[in-house]
């Protein structure tokens, strides 16, 4: 999949070396304990209709299909929509589709991008559109317009903080742009390793509420959370990860808000 102007986006290549040994990271191994979190903090139940962009091979959206939420996971990797799709829970579907360009329109109860899976993968690189003042935020515009209104959304995001205070030998980061270069060595599933670049946006609390708001949501809270401990934390320099939720209001912005939950809107509007 690619963008205008033709190329494929740096991520399909390292997808596509990785296939399944990309669920040997660590940072992986803590799904339950997310799924856990979001399932409560954003008042999911069985029948909650949940977007994931940027799914991967599916780890979140098959938790929460196997906790009754209905659930449709993008990726713009072939080989990851593959592997999600193998035994996936019948209340689970996933398709190849590229987060920059979403068709949905209120069709979802809830909206979730984490692990840096689209919203964040999107500033730097091959198959990226140099010319956008903000390729992150039109993740996130598509996000919004897909939920219903008193939708809530959930997006995690590299800490700038973090990010800079820990810089590695193989790192590069452009203070201009927010965005850290990363030389990282990849191994597959039979132990070939490979070299590619990885770029990442970075963001501080103040640019995600306003990135979200720009969107036409309402932040709740800004979470400092670690993969596999999400827990409703302020943010602080020492996490390398924030959590944003949000809500989609009743209303336009400015013209007397008012937020109801998931469950709510399906009682009233159906």
């Not at 080989?79 to 579907?93: D, G, K, S, V, Y």
């Not at 993740?139 to 800079?164: E, I, K, N, R, T």
């Not at 390398?240 to 998931?262: S, W």
Request: charged share 25%; aromatic share 8%; hydrophobic share 40%.
């Amino acid at each position: 999949m690619s963008n205008a102007a033709g190329d494929r986006h740096f991520f399909e290549d390292i997808a596509d070396h990785l296939g399944p040994a990309y669920l040997r990271y660590s940072f992986t191994k803590g799904t339950a304990q997310e799924v856990d979190f979001l399932m409560e903090r954003l008042g999911l139940d069985e029948g909650s209709r949940l977007l994931d962009v940027g799914c991967g091979p599916g780890r979140h959206a098959r938790a929460l299909a196997e906790a009754g939420v209905i659930v449709v996971g993008i990726d713009i990797s072939a080989p990851f929509i593959e592997l999600a799709r193998r035994e996936a829970p019948a209340t689970a579907r996933f398709e190849r589709m590229d987060a920059r360009q979403l068709p949905f329109d209120q069709e979802f109860d809830a909206v979730i991008s984490l692990c840096q899976g689209a919203f964040g993968l999107v500033g730097g690189g091959p198959g990226v559109d140099g010319s956008a003042v903000d390729p992150d935020g039109a993740v996130l515009d598509g996000m919004a317009a897909a939920l219903v209104p008193g939708g809530v959304l959930a997006v995690s995001a590299f800490s700038a903080y973090f990010q800079v205070r820990f810089l590695e030998d193989h790192d590069h980061f452009d203070a201009a742009a927010g965005v850290n270069r990363e030389l990282a060595t990849l191994t597959d599933q039979h132990g070939a390793q490979i070299e590619r670049d990885l770029w990442t946006s970075c963001f501080t609390p103040r640019e995600l509420r306003l990135l979200v708001d720009r969107a036409g949501l309402e932040v709740d809270d800004v979470y400092g959370v670690t993969p596999g401990r999400y827990r409703a934390d302020p943010p602080s320099l020492d996490v390398p990860e924030f959590l944003v939720v949000a809500h989609r209001p009743m209303l336009p912005p400015g013209r007397g808000r008012h937020r109801i939950g998931p469950r709510e809107f399906r009682e009233t509007s159906g």
